[in-house]
């Protein structure tokens, strides 16, 4: 069965800090790859996708995420957080065998204004 | 456009009872899921509609568990005979198609029993 790691459960960081999330799944063919936020109160919100093609993706509010095949990574990055991105974020992977999510465990994002 | 939409948004209801959560997906989109978000065991896949139809349900936790979805719209979950362990958020969400969409959530249902 697919598995999504999320090795970060807590992360606290100032503003204007670089971030970077890690996620690593454990599925060997193709996948899809998706990260999702959840701000508090609010409902889960798509950040960004892979699907194929270029493997650096960008999303909204300026974060991105890298797919390294040969590391089973999709690691989410910004370079500078600010204090409204405080949420929770999860790693998301879909394989082209089934139709749902596998989702990782999520990381708690803090930013400390 | 509206999003996913659920209700309730909130249900407490006493060990033992049934509870239905109802489903509305976003218009045009054929397929449908559902997932699971608990304290312990994060966010997890119940079941999938594409159509009426729910090819693989393995992902329900218990025979306590159905669902259904009539007209190729709107869907509920069913959870007979309610535990304590079945609280937690219940989350819907739509995609356009069977395949490589991304699937949009609802703001889910926040289940408690007691």
């Known amino acids: 069965a697919q598995s999504v790691s999320q090795h970060n459960h807590h992360v606290i960081l100032s503003e204007a800090a670089s971030l970077e999330l890690g996620c690593n799944y454990s599925?060997?063919?193709?996948?899809?790859l998706f990260w999702y936020v959840q701000y508090p109160g609010q409902h889960l919100q798509l950040l960004l996708k892979?699907?194929?093609?270029?493997?650096l993706v960008k999303g909204i509010k300026g974060f991105e995420a890298e797919f390294i095949k040969s590391k089973f990574s999709f690691n989410l990055r910004k370079p500078s957080v600010q204090w409204s991105d405080t949420a929770e974020y999860f790693c998301a992977v879909k394989d082209n065998a089934g139709n749902m999510l596998t989702f990782g465990g999520g990381t708690r994002l803090m930013v400390k204004p | 456009g509206a999003g996913v939409s659920q209700s309730p948004s909130n249900k407490v209801t006493e060990k033992g009872k049934d509870v239905e959560l109802r489903c509305d997906p976003i218009s045009g989109h054929t397929a449908l899921y559902w997932y699971r978000q608990s304290l312990g065991q994060g966010l997890e896949f119940l079941i999938y509609f594409q159509g009426n139809s729910a090819p693989d349900k393995s992902g329900l936790p218990s025979d306590r568990f159905s669902a259904e979805r009539t007209g190729g719209s709107v869907s509920t979950l069913t959870i007979q005979r309610t535990q304590q362990e079945d609280s937690a958020v219940y989350l819907c969400?739509?995609?356009?198609?069977?395949?490589?969409?991304?699937?949009?959530f609802g703001p889910g249902t926040r289940l408690t029993v007691t």
């Open positions: 892979y699907f194929s093609g270029d493997p």
């Open positions: 599925y060997g063919g193709t996948v899809n």
């Open positions: 969400a739509s995609s356009l198609s069977f395949g490589s969409y991304e699937q949009y």
